[in-house]
């Protein structure tokens, strides 16, 4: 499943995909931003993972700056 959310960054896409662990008796929710392919989330509802989204991209950009900064990238 795929849903729209805005962020500091702009909109961006949200994708979620559910899984079974356990023999089938618990759900697992990974979920990504599509436009930015390092920021990944696995939590035990939807709403858990939406929720670590924002944290992992702002994570991410923290990342690229400072390396930007010195000159890493």
């Given at each position: 499943?795929e849903l ?43 709403q858990e ?25």
């Amino acid at each position: 499943m795929e849903l729209k959310f805005k962020t500091d960054v702009g909109e961006l896409t949200a994708v979620l995909l559910s899984d079974t662990i356990d023999g089938g008796s618990k759900t697992v929710w990974t979920a990504w931003i599509k436009e930015y392919a390092g920021v990944i989330t696995q939590a035990d509802s939807i709403q858990e993972a939406l929720e670590e989204l924002p944290r992992a991209l702002d994570l991410m950009l923290e990342v690229q700056i400072d390396a930007l900064m010195n000159g890493d990238i």
